[in-house]
Every structure is written in structure tokens, then in C-alpha cells.
């Protein structure tokens, strides 16, 4: 301390004034002499650095671009899938559906203009009708599938199709006016040879044709399809669909690059693609040659440098397009020019500045000196004042500098920790939002088993201060495991669902959970258990309906069992005495069906 008291003092402003005319006239030489020698050199690394981060960007967009084409044919591809999966599962019922079948005509030219219409054409001219009529009656069954596809993806979806083995070829669209035959005749067209047929024949999964001009100015389309199989895993034919490109394509080259730049899309073919320029010659329109067309079209993504202009280019992956964009290399390097002009105006107004700087510390140093001992005073009170936990006290900001930014950063600093506060309630209701979703069940979307023992854990605490007017109904899905071995398990989801919606709708003012792979609890309360006899007679109602109804598929004429119990306040001790009983009578109801259908339950 003592030596500490001999050390000369040295007033605040003195160093201050000596430190910032030593660094000031410091930085001053110093600038001066870094800018003279790196004037040059800053000039070419920021052309590279700007040319390099312009392509970058360029080069983003078109990716993204494509990535997004590559998404909505992805879209395209799930039509196909499903439309294949559902022919494939007819095999299964073929004997069924030929039974119940329709003849289907060939296209007539009464069909009204723009209405989508079932139409037959077959392979070649010695054919007749007779020699495909099962196919016909069987492949009618497509138009409840094809017609709410088709007309909910009007303009996108121009035509669905199916073309056999056996030389039939089913049709559902719109223009079947323009290409018609006479009351009495049929349509040919030796679909076998092509392109189309021919892939979905030979090759497994999604196939696309080249994009085509459509012969009835439908414009740019493209066919996506798949074969499919009988029930045996034999090759039968080739579902398609064919897609209008044009809305696609117009979005796909919508890139906005600045004056001069183009977009144009490839085939993986090397032509060009587009309704517009369909006949013009490719190397014109996009300005490039063969080889270099094959050497973008041999890679993913990249950039290619001519004199005149940059092609950046990325590939839609799913159909092998390069889509391409033509930047002049003058618009890249426009920005560069401006760099270069404002980098030597930088540098002469720098050194002009560093000189107006250096004149006005001497002058202001003194005072700024003076007077920054009071504001840091002033900080360091408020600093307190906060530290001891008053968030809501602020720091006064006396003047705009450096003590003044500290002022500032401490109010920010005392703002964020009072966001962190609220954050930290936001993330407490987040998580039980979170528990929330934990207690739904993923496929039926009703309460799940976790939901169902929380329930019973309250009405147990709800029984202990008089909870009595209360029952359980337990329900159980017949036959799950027979639809999952025959039909498939998506089809076993479709009859818990089934089920599922039914229980919910008889019961709808109880809660209902699902608590096993078939199995559903209800837990009447109310009006539903002052009904609850009404109700599970309406039930069974329903499900007697459903099993006589044979209109329906196997799946969908859902069978179940129920067993209902109400509590009872001299056996039951608990809401699981409950249950048991409910279930015992759920499993007496089943071995009475049982008895009464003779079937194994």
C-alpha cells in the first residue's frame, strides 16, 4: 500500500491524451503506408473473391431449382405408386371384380367436350372385344379410382392408362372426342411397340419417358410409369399417367439472374427442352457445342467458363435434366468495376480522415479525459444496483461513447436475462405440449395407452372422494390377425381405423382409448352412461350391418366384440375391478358370436 502511495500520479487525462495521440498519429503512418502497398493486390483479390461468390450464388439458385423440380416429380411418382399398388391388389379379387364389371366402350364422339370419360382401345385390328372381355369387365373397376385423381389434378394430370398383356389398353381422360370411332367399331393402336410399354414390361419400378410435344395440343408432357404384377408376381402390364410439364417447366427456368441472363432446361439426351422452342436447333438457342453439351451433361452440378458467359448447371436427379443458366461475364464482374472505384476513393478519404483526426484528438483529447471519470463512476452504481437482482433498475446512458456502449450493452444484457426468464416458461409449456403429443395414439389419432393409465390414475383419486356414476366399455376387433395374414397389414390399419370411428362416433361424449394393437377402452360418464345400454345396442347394430354388407372389401366389414361393466361400490375397490369385469363380458360376447357364426374368433 505504501508503495503503492510513492508511485508518482499520473491524472487520467494525461495518459489518455498522451495514448491517443501515440496511437492516433501510429495508426495514421500506418494506414497510410498498408494502403499504398496493398492498393494493387486489393483491387485483383476482390475481383476473384466477388467473380467467385457471384458463381457461388448462381450456382445455389440453380440447384435449389432443380431440387425443387426434382420434389414435384417425386409428387408426380407417388400417383403412379399408389395407383399400381391398388391394380396389383385387385388380382387379388380378380374372379370378384369381373363378376361385378362393366363393359367399356370404345371412345365416341358424343363424349361432351373436357368431361373425362372411361375409354377401351385394343392392340391391332384382328382383336375383338370377346377376346379381352374379362380384362375389360375387370379393369372397369379403375374408373372409381382414376376419376378422383384425374379430376381433382385437372391440367396436371392429362391422361391415366394401363396397357396389358393381353392387348387391351384401358383409358380415363378428356379428349377422347378428338380421336373417336363409329357406333360399332373399336380404336387400334399397337401400343406393345411403344417406348413406354416396353420399359414398364422389361424393368421394375418408376420409368419416364423423354418430354414430348402431345399430338393433341395438350403441349409439353411427359408419360411416368410403372408395371405391375398378378398375384402370382407375373407381369401383366404397365400403368402410366401422363403429366403436362408446361407449369413445371415455366417454374423450373423462372431464375432471375439481372439483365442478360437466360435459363434453359436439357433432356438427358442433350436436346432441348421447352413447348416453346420444341423446333428450334439446340446448339442456337443455348449457345453451346456438342461436346460441350455431353461434358455438362456427363456431371451432377458445376459452372462452365466461356469468354462471353458463364453456364452454371445442376441436374434434376430423378429424370436426368441439367437445367442451365446463361450469365454474361459482363454482369458478373459489373459489381467489380464499382469495387475498384470505391476501394481508391477508401483509401484517399482514409488518409484524409486519419489527418482531420489526428488535429481534432489534440483539441478534444482534454476534455474527453476530464470527463469520462464520472460516467464509469455512475456505471459502476447502477452495476450494483442490478447485481443485487433489480432487473428492472437500467443503467444511465449520459453520453454517446465508449462508457455510454457499456451503459447500453448492460441494459441489453439485463434485458436478455429477463427473455430468458420468459423463455424458460415458454419451454415448460412446449413440453407440455410435448407430453400432450406423447399421449396420442399414431395411427387412430385417439388417446393412446399412456392417456388411459393417467385416466384411471385420476378417477382412482376422484373415487376416493366420491366418484360412483361411472362404466367401461372394452371393445375388441375380430379376425385382426386373419386380415393382417391375407389382406395385409395395411389393410389390418384400415379395419382398426374403421373400428376406431365407430366406437368414437357411438360414444362420442366419453373418452376412448386405444390400449392395445385391437383392443379400446371407453370410460362412460354422463349422458353416455345414463344411455349406456341404448348405446352398446347400437353398436352391435352397426356391426351386424357392416358384416352383412357385401359391397364392402373383407377388411372393411369390421367384426368386434364388447363387454361393458358400471361401477358397482360393493364389489369394486378400483377403477382395474372395473375393467376386468368388462373385459371378462367383452370375451363372453365373444365366444357367443362364436357359437352363433361357428367361426374361430
Given at each position: 500500500m505504501e508503495e503503492y502511495q510513492k508511485k508518482k500520479r499520473v491524472p487520467i487525462r494525461k495518459r489518455v491524451l498522451f495514448v491517443v495521440l501515440l496511437t492516433t498519429l501510429s495508426i495514421a503512418l500506418a494506414t497510410m503506408l498498408i494502403s499504398m502497398l496493398s492498393m494493387m493486390r486489393i483491387k485483383d483479390a476482390s475481383e476473384k473473391a466477388l467473380t467467385h461468390q457471384l458463381k457461388q450464388n448462381f450456382q445455389s439458385l440453380v440447384s435449389q431449382k432443380a431440387e425443387n423440380t426434382d420434389v414435384k416429380l417425386e409428387h408426380y411418382e407417388k400417383y403412379l405408386e399408389f395407383l399400381t399398388d391398388y391394380i396389383q391388389e385387385m388380382y387379388t379379387d380378380r374372379a370378384s371384380l369381373i363378376?361385378?364389371?362393366?363393359?367399356?366402350?370404345?371412345?365416341?364422339?358424343?363424349?361432351?367436350?373436357?368431361?373425362?370419360?372411361?375409354?377401351?382401345?385394343?392392340?391391332?385390328?384382328?382383336?375383338?372385344?370377346?377376346?379381352?372381355?374379362?380384362?375389360?369387365?375387370?379393369?372397369?373397376?379403375?374408373?372409381?379410382?382414376?376419376?378422383?385423381?384425374?379430376?381433382?389434378?385437372?391440367?396436371?394430370?392429362?391422361?391415366?392408362?394401363?396397357?396389358?398383356?393381353?392387348?387391351?389398353?384401358?383409358?380415363?381422360?378428356?379428349?377422347?372426342?378428338?380421336?373417336?370411332?363409329?357406333?360399332?367399331?373399336?380404336?387400334?393402336?399397337?401400343?406393345?411397340?411403344?417406348?413406354?410399354?416396353?420399359?414398364?414390361?422389361?424393368?421394375?419400378?418408376?420409368?419416364?419417358?423423354?418430354?414430348?410435344?402431345?399430338?393433341?395440343?395438350?403441349?409439353?408432357?411427359?408419360?411416368?410409369?410403372?408395371?405391375?404384377?398378378?398375384?402370382?408376381?407375373?407381369?401383366?402390364?404397365?400403368?402410366?399417367?401422363?403429366?403436362?410439364?408446361?407449369?413445371?417447366?415455366?417454374?423450373?427456368?423462372?431464375?432471375?439472374?439481372?439483365?442478360?441472363?437466360?435459363?434453359?432446361?436439357?433432356?438427358?439426351?442433350?436436346?432441348?427442352?421447352?413447348?416453346?422452342?420444341a423446333e428450334q436447333d439446340t446448339l442456337a438457342v443455348t449457345g453451346l457445342s456438342a461436346a460441350e453439351i455431353q461434358s455438362i451433361l456427363q456431371e451432377k452440378q458445376g459452372i462452365l467458363e466461356k469468354t462471353d458467359a458463364f453456364y452454371i448447371y445442376a441436374q434434376v436427379k430423378r429424370v436426368g435434366w441439367m437445367l442451365c443458366a446463361r450469365v454474361p461475364r459482363s454482369l458478373v464482374l459489373e459489381d467489380v468495376k464499382g469495387m475498384d472505384h470505391a476501394i481508391w476513393a477508401a483509401i484517399f478519404l482514409s488518409m484524409g480522415g486519419l489527418v482531420f483526426i489526428t488535429l481534432t484528438v489534440v483539441m478534444v483529447a482534454n476534455t474527453l479525459a476530464a470527463s469520462i471519470t464520472r460516467p464509469m463512476?455512475?456505471?459502476?452504481?447502477?452495476?450494483?444496483?442490478?447485481?443485487?437482482?433489480?432487473?428492472?433498475?437500467?443503467?444511465?446512458?449520459?453520453?454517446?461513447?465508449?462508457?455510454?456502449?457499456?451503459?447500453?450493452?448492460?441494459?441489453?444484457?439485463?434485458?436478455?436475462?429477463?427473455?430468458?426468464?420468459?423463455?424458460?416458461?415458454?419451454?415448460?409449456?412446449?413440453?407440455?405440449?410435448?407430453?400432450?403429443?406423447?399421449?396420442?395414439?399414431?395411427?387412430?389419432?385417439?388417446?393412446?395407452?399412456?392417456?388411459?393409465?393417467?385416466?384411471?390414475?385420476?378417477?382412482?383419486?376422484?373415487?376416493?372422494?366420491?366418484?360412483?356414476?361411472?362404466?367401461?366399455?372394452?371393445?375388441?376387433?375380430?379376425?385382426?390377425?386373419?386380415?393382417?395374414?391375407?389382406?395385409?397389414?395395411?389393410?389390418?390399419?384400415?379395419?382398426?381405423?374403421k373400428l376406431c370411428a365407430i366406437v368414437c362416433t357411438i360414444f362420442a361424449h366419453s373418452p376412448v382409448f386405444r390400449i392395445g394393437g385391437d383392443e379400446f377402452v371407453v370410460i362412460l360418464k354422463n349422458r353416455d352412461f345414463e344411455q349406456a345400454e341404448a348405446l352398446i345396442a347400437s353398436f352391435k347394430a352397426q356391426i351386424t350391418a357392416l358384416q352383412n354388407d357385401a359391397s364392402l372389401a373383407p377388411w372393411e366389414r369390421v367384426s368386434a366384440a364388447i363387454g361393458y361393466a358400471c361401477y358397482d361400490s360393493t364389489t369394486d375397490t378400483s377403477v382395474v375391478h372395473v375393467f376386468r369385469r368388462a373385459d371378462k363380458a367383452m370375451y363372453a360376447c365373444k365366444k357367443a358370436m362364436k357359437a352363433l357364426r361357428d367361426v374361430e374368433l
Open positions: 363378376a361385378r364389371g362393366k363393359y367399356i366402350d370404345a371412345p365416341r364422339a358424343t363424349t361432351p367436350k373436357g368431361a373425362f370419360a372411361m375409354q377401351a382401345i385394343l392392340a391391332t385390328e384382328d382383336m375383338q372385344p370377346r377376346d379381352v372381355n374379362e380384362d375389360i369387365l375387370f379393369f372397369s373397376h379403375l374408373e372409381q379410382v382414376w376419376e378422383p385423381i384425374a379430376k381433382e389434378n385437372d391440367g396436371l394430370v392429362d391422361t391415366v392408362y394401363v396397357g396389358t398383356k393381353s392387348g387391351f389398353l384401358p383409358s380415363y381422360d378428356k379428349y377422347s372426342y378428338l380421336n373417336f370411332a363409329p357406333e360399332g367399331q373399336n380404336i387400334y393402336y399397337d401400343f406393345k411397340q411403344s417406348e413406354w410399354y416396353q420399359k414398364g414390361m422389361s424393368q421394375d419400378g418408376i420409368f419416364y419417358t423423354a418430354p414430348y410435344i402431345d399430338s393433341q395440343g395438350r403441349g409439353l408432357t411427359i408419360t411416368i410409369g410403372k408395371g405391375f404384377n398378378d398375384a402370382k408376381g407375373m407381369r401383366q402390364g404397365v400403368n402410366c399417367a401422363d403429366f403436362n410439364l408446361t407449369g413445371l417447366y415455366n417454374d423450373m427456368i423462372a431464375i432471375d439472374f439481372g439483365l442478360g441472363g437466360t435459363s434453359f432446361a436439357l433432356a438427358s439426351d442433350g436436346r432441348l427442352i421447352s413447348p416453346e422452342r463512476e455512475r456505471l459502476g452504481a447502477d452495476m450494483e444496483v442490478i447485481g443485487q437482482g433489480n432487473l428492472a433498475h437500467r443503467a444511465a446512458i449520459l453520453r454517446n461513447d465508449e462508457v455510454g456502449d457499456m451503459a447500453k450493452q448492460l441494459n441489453v444484457m439485463v434485458d436478455k436475462l429477463k427473455n430468458a426468464r420468459s423463455s424458460l416458461k415458454d419451454s415448460q409449456q412446449r413440453a407440455e405440449e410435448m407430453t400432450q403429443l406423447a399421449t396420442r395414439d399414431a395411427l387412430t389419432g385417439i388417446r393412446n395407452r399412456t392417456a388411459y393409465d393417467r385416466e384411471v390414475q385420476e378417477m382412482e383419486w376422484f373415487m376416493d372422494d366420491g366418484l360412483t356414476d361411472f362404466g367401461m366399455a372394452v371393445v375388441d376387433l375380430n379376425f385382426l390377425k386373419r386380415i393382417n395374414d391375407v389382406h395385409g397389414h395395411e389393410n389390418g390399419n384400415i379395419a382398426i381405423k
